[in-house]
């Protein structure tokens, strides 16, 4: 065993969001949470511990911020992955992905960023920025 190298848990599933479900609101989450169907809306989860698993059938359509995270379905929006994010084969991601430690099979596709984050680092505020065309007026 390497030294400093954390051990992996067994993935744990406390909740479970089904194939024929569709989900529309934001939803928080602690432990674990496997989504087989569509959430409309972000998802969080409450403590360092939590594992999201979306399969190759998931879709999420909203921010996604969450400790570890096993994707092989689809993300419309940007992931925050606090710990780690495994990207399998069928994954796909429609915005940036801020990670610790990323896992990328061959096949999956993010849309976006790959912004590598160091483990405890504070957020960085989000930049607004201008439509193209759209300038300023002078006051």
Request: hydrophobic share 40%.
């Given at each position: ?42 998802v969080?989860?409450?403590d ?13 359509e ?22 780690r994010?495994e990207?399998?084969t ?20 993010v ?23 759209a ?5």
């Amino acid at each position: 065993m390497m030294n400093g190298a954390k051990k992996r848990k067994a993935a744990k599933i406390d909740s479970l969001i089904g194939q024929n479900t569709e989900m529309q609101g934001d939803v928080v989450f602690s432990g674990g949470l496997h989504v087989d169907g569509r959430v409309k809306g972000n998802v969080m989860a409450k403590d360092k511990e939590s594992l999201l698993t979306i399969s190759d059938q998931g879709v999420i359509e909203g921010e996604v911020r969450v400790a570890n995270i096993v994707l092989n379905g689809q993300v419309i929006g940007d992931v925050y992955a606090e710990e780690r994010i495994e990207l399998a084969t069928q994954a796909r991601v429609i915005g940036n992905v801020y990670y610790s430690l990323i896992e990328m099979a061959i096949g999956a596709e993010v849309n976006g960023k790959l912004v590598h984050r160091v483990e405890g680092e504070k957020e960085k505020p989000a930049l607004s920025h201008m439509r193209e065309g759209a300038h300023a007026k002078p006051a």
